[in-house]
């Protein structure tokens, strides 16, 4: 429920943005391309905003208090933002605060989910259950690009339900992961860390339907113990000073860096821009009509979600993580390099301002491509990253590090969606 939370809200505002009804109450039918750009941004950049510090904040937290803890307060966080947003009643200081708060509560699950996935699931299909959630997280998004394509052609845009139906749907996966989170066990690795060995036992036997006896959970509990010790002797400790003088380790060091300029490349591709501001995007590809651009987009989701489901299922565990991020880089920049030489030389957005629009095959393809660059994408660099960063980093200072990661992942985010406009 927290991937497609997480999806839903990363991906359904660009295409509320679009919807008439949402402009004119929100004071985004200005005059100006450019303060229409500005305020797009800073609805969109405020969530993400949340999201670093939501990531951040949350280490301490779930150190402290469990992963399952956690996930509850995040729930929670993210339902307070997404009440206020769907009781905005058009002032937009109220957008920008729900969009702050639900980034909090998105920031502190994609940190904790990740890490209790990797935590509470055998080493063989770990690769493969975090890839299911960014498949969900692809589903969520999908989602919502879909709502926001449906209210827009059977939603009255002369009142405010139009928009108040996707950005009240959020409650609906936020509340979901309110109601699972209750019911989830408790990482046993983090039951270890504080000595609670039988609780351990007893959630690693539920995990894994085995008798208490088995030989699985003996040589696994055995396994944990001996990592714990060794991760405590190597860091004197297991404070958080400990800790970072753990990780500040020559090996660990450089872990940390190559988990920070992955999630840095992750958004420098560009995927984001297209994920917040694709109606936008189509429109400069020379496409018209809110319905037309809110269809095109979730297409695209479609695509993303089809790229997201051929990595879970096959790729994760079967090409590998570096060779995932290499072939994905090449084969994905070459839908790029051809958008690019595309609008330099048609220029499609220069013509509709002049009131000229022209459909061409070239066109079309430039389209096409922009499908083609978001299944890549998701066949390779938007699980891969995820699936790296949950693995790479020893068992002592997993959180940490990955608490930095995804901070850094949503700080680029930040930076791109915000500068993009």
């Known amino acids: 429920m927290s991937a497609v939370a997480m999806g839903f809200d990363t991906a359904f505002i660009g295409g ?42 949350t280490f301490p937290l779930v150190e402290r208090f469990g992963r399952r803890k956690g996930m509850i307060l995040a729930s929670m966080v993210f339902c307070l933002g997404a009440g206020i947003m ?27 989910v990740p890490v209790y996935i990797s935590e509470t699931s055998p080493p063989s299909i770990r690769g493969r259950l975090v890839g299911l959630f960014e498949l969900l997280s692809q589903g969520g998004g999908m989602l919502g690009f879909w709502i926001n394509y449906i209210v827009d052609r059977t939603v009255d845009p002369s009142g405010s339900r139009q928009w108040l139906i996707p950005i009240g749907l959020q409650l609906v996966p936020g509340v979901l992961l309110f109601i699972v989170s209750l019911f989830a066990p408790e990482s046993p690795r983090w039951l270890c860390k504080k000595d609670n060995w039988d609780q351990a036992r007893k959630n690693l036997v539920y995990l894994r339907h085995l008798p ?16 714990l010790e060794f991760e405590r002797a190597k860091s004197g400790g297991s404070g958080l000073k400990s800790k970072f003088k753990e990780m500040s380790l020559k090996g660990n ?23 917040y501001y694709s109606p936008r995007i189509f429109e400069t590809l020379g496409l018209t009509g809110t319905s037309t651009k809110l269809f095109a987009t979730g297409c695209y989701g479609i695509a993303k979600t089809l790229g997201m489901l051929i990595f879970a299922v096959w790729l994760v565990e079967r090409v590998g993580r570096r060779k995932s991020l290499i ?29 000229e629009f022209t459909r061409s095959g070239w066109g079309y393809l430039a389209m096409v ?3 083609l660059y978001g299944m890549i994408y998701c066949m390779s660099w938007q699980g891969t990253t995820w699936v790296y960063c949950a693995e790479i980093f020893p068992i002592g200072i997993r959180m ?10 949503w700080l680029w985010s930040f930076i791109i969606s915000r500068t993009t406009p």
């Open 16 to 57: 509320t943005q679009a919807l008439e009804s949402f402009k004119r109450d929100f004071g985004l039918d200005v005059n100006s391309q450019l303060e229409r750009d500005t305020l797009s941004g800073n609805i969109v950049s405020t969530f993400q905003v949340g999201c670093i510090f939501g990531s951040l904040f």
């Open 86 to 112: 769907t009781g905005s009643a058009g002032r937009l200081p109220f957008i920008y605060a729900g969009r702050a708060i639900t980034g909090l509560g998105i920031g502190s699950a994609s940190l904790i």
């Open 212 to 227: 208490e006896d088995h030989v699985y959970i003996m040589e696994e509990l055995s396994g944990i113990k001996e990592q």
């Open 253 to 275: 060091r450089n872990r940390v860096a190559i988990g920070l300029l992955l999630m840095a490349c992750q958004n420098l591709t560009g995927v984001n821009i297209l994920t």
């Open 327 to 355: 072939y994905g880089a090449f084969v994905g920049s070459i839908p790029m390099w051809y958008i690019g030489g595309y609008v330099m030389r048609a220029d499609p957005a220069a013509a509709a301002a002049r009131g």
């Open 369 to 371: 491509c922009v499908y």
């Open 400 to 409: 940490l590090c990955v608490a930095l990661t995804t901070a850094d992942q």
